[in-house]
């Protein structure tokens, strides 16, 4: 396990990258003399591909190019509990946020300042299953939910996958507007909701097996699955896809920086999949766990640290679009107050990152080298 307020300083030419961050000028030890110089320091989030591109010196390539000469890695923590991430954007803490695009939207929704400069490809249904307790005899499909108490992060996949999911049943969950055929209970944290599970308090829940908390209990057979989003749903194509975005202002200065993350993530994404036992022996070693869970967490047909990227920026603003859309029409309780225009929408994807761009990582056959 990692240890709170872990942090590692890398130095080399310039650094690394993180995973779960934002950017501020307020988070640079060295802050940048001019708007176009780069940052003397940055901060990001250690996570599996960081750790890879690290140890395998993409990170000193990469960020050598942009004039970043000191990255601090930090360790999850508190950013384990959803939606830390924001707090620590807004607060200067960290340089990139990633999320899935349902909490991204709705901390866009509630004022951040935030573009996407990146979108991953569409989701799968293996990424957000619904299970319950191994122990519990009586629940074998989704139908079984009828009338049972669901807990889980409301704003999260692990909200936005079941919501779909149980409608499309005929069963769906209870909101602050409407009661439903599911009870729902908000559970901020992944521990606690496991806890609640096994213990009985509630009957099912929803996660990512590839987080650190579901893996190990996974591994470990303590959940049955009993159902998955359809691979022509909203989640799927829309909701469950994976983004990073950025403080507005740091994308607009420093355009190399995030460049040069995006074209580390993509190496290390790459070289990690061809080399998946070195790969898992990396990402064990730097996170603290098992090489067995670094390895699932790799390989699984769930994980979204290593998916590849939508590269039109059109494509990712239909994706978006048709994702509020849905679940307004379905009736989720948040996105009906809390909804964007397409103007909006539009802006929120920072063009230059994607392809033809100005700072892109596709070429032409969107290939980073």
């Not at 959803?82 to 200067?92: K, Q």
């Not at 951040?112 to 979108?119: D, E, G, R, S």
């Not at 729902?184 to 096994?198: D, F, G, K, R, W």
């Not at 896809?241 to 460049?259: L, T």
């Amino acid at each position: 396990m990692m240890r709170a307020k872990q942090r590692r300083a890398v130095r080399f030419a310039p650094a690394l990258l993180a995973g779960t961050v934002w950017a501020s000028s307020l988070l640079f030890a060295g802050a940048a003399h001019a708007e176009d110089a780069p940052p003397e320091s940055i901060n990001l989030q250690l996570q599996s591909w960081t750790a890879v591109a690290e140890a395998k010196g993409i990170l000193q390539e990469e960020f050598s190019k942009a004039g970043v000469k000191k990255v601090n890695l930090i360790a999850q923590s508190s950013g384990e509990l959803l939606g830390a991430e924001s707090a620590a954007v807004g607060g200067g803490t960290l340089a990139f946020a990633q999320r899935m695009i349902y909490p991204a939207f709705v901390q866009k929704a509630n004022g951040i300042p935030a573009v996407i400069v990146w979108l991953s490809e569409p989701s799968n249904r293996y990424r957000t299953p619904i299970f319950v307790s191994a122990a519990n005899k009586d629940i074998r499909t989704i139908a079984d939910l009828d009338g049972k108490k669901f807990g889980s992060s409301r704003i999260s996949c692990y909200w936005s996958a079941p919501f779909e999911i149980l409608n499309n049943a005929g069963i769906p969950l209870d909101s602050r507007l409407k009661k439903g055929r599911v009870r729902y209970e908000n559970i901020e944290s992944p521990a606690v909701a496991i806890q609640a599970l096994l213990s009985g308090e509630t009957d099912a829940t929803a996660g990512h097996l590839a987080a650190n908390h579901f893996t190990s209990a996974y591994l470990q057979d303590k959940f049955r699955l009993i159902g998955g989003p359809s691979d022509t749903g909203a989640y799927v194509n829309y909701a469950g896809r994976v983004s990073y975005f950025a403080h507005r202002d740091f994308a607009a200065k420093y355009p190399n920086v995030v460049k040069a993350f995006l074209l580390s993530r993509e190496r290390a994404r790459v070289w990690a999949t061809d080399h998946v036992d070195e790969a898992a022996a990396i990402v064990g070693k730097a996170l603290r766990i098992p090489e067995e869970v670094a390895k699932f967490q790799i390989t699984h047909l769930g994980q979204w640290d290593l998916m590849a990227g939508e590269p039109s920026a059109k494509a990712a603003r239909t994706a978006i679009k048709e994702f509020q859309k849905w679940y307004v029409e379905h009736g989720d309780d948040i996105l009906v107050d809390k909804q964007l225009s397409g103007e909006q929408i539009d802006a929120f994807i920072d063009d230059k990152f994607f392809v033809g761009g100005s700072h892109s990582i596709y070429g032409d056959k969107y290939s980073t080298y």
